[in-house]
């Protein structure tokens, strides 16, 4: 049998892994602002919008008009970013695990996000400044699970798949990943992680 490469690069998803992300949080909130129920706001805010925010083809401006239009409110950039980003906490629990890893493998972010979401985030994750690469689908016009953002991924981490771990808490995009041959793993919390990371030789 033939040795399992060791693994050079870990790519990890952003949403519910460095930070967990609350939609039912935010659709009350901007439900309440635009006088609606929660089910309708996130009725109208489901579909095509968030694919074109995510594939950077909404900038901070279209993504406030697209969601005020399809709310059927008006808010200013000041109150609707913020607001927009409030379902956001950060996950403290797995950071120092991901800042025991800067140095062994490249660490690669690999994430399906808007140009609001990265703004808002970037300040409260000092740790990104310290990753090999960040691969945005805002800035790269690809989103997973196609394998196309993949494939960038590894050209940032420079290694082949095999040599590439990789973290999401959506099995879809997990195993996107691992029909190209990186080892795909489904993040759940911190504990899972450090067994995950064991089993990896990490």
Not at 67 to 72: H, R, S
Not at 88 to 96: G, K, Q, R
Not at 159 to 175: G, M, N, R, S, Y
Request: glycine residues 8%.
């Amino acid at each position: 049998m033939a040795a399992v490469p060791a693994v050079k690069a870990v790519l990890l998803d952003l949403g519910n892994v460095l930070v967990f992300h609350d939609n039912a949080l935010l659709f009350a909130r901007l439900a309440a602002r635009a006088g609606l129920e929660p089910t309708e706001a996130a009725r109208r805010l489901t579909g095509a919008g968030w694919t074109a925010a995510n594939r950077g083809l909404l900038d901070a401006e279209g993504i406030r008009q697209d969601v005020c239009g399809a709310l059927g409110v008006e808010l200013p950039m000041e109150e609707f970013a913020p607001l927009w980003s409030s379902h956001f906490t950060v996950h403290h629990a797995v950071l120092p695990r991901v800042e025991g890893l800067v140095g062994r493998v490249k660490l690669v972010l690999l994430s399906n996000t808007n140009a609001l979401h990265v703004a808002y985030l970037k300040p409260l994750l000092p740790l990104l400044q310290r990753f090999d690469a960040l691969v945005l689908s805002c800035e790269v016009g690809a989103v997973k699970p196609e394998p196309a953002i993949y494939r960038l991924a590894l050209d940032k981490a420079g290694c082949a798949p095999d040599e590439a771990a990789f973290f999401d808490d959506l099995p879809e995009f997990v195993d996107a990943a691992r029909a190209l041959g990186i080892r795909g793993h489904v993040f759940t919390d911190a504990p899972a992680f450090d067994a995950q990371l064991k089993s990896l030789g990490l």
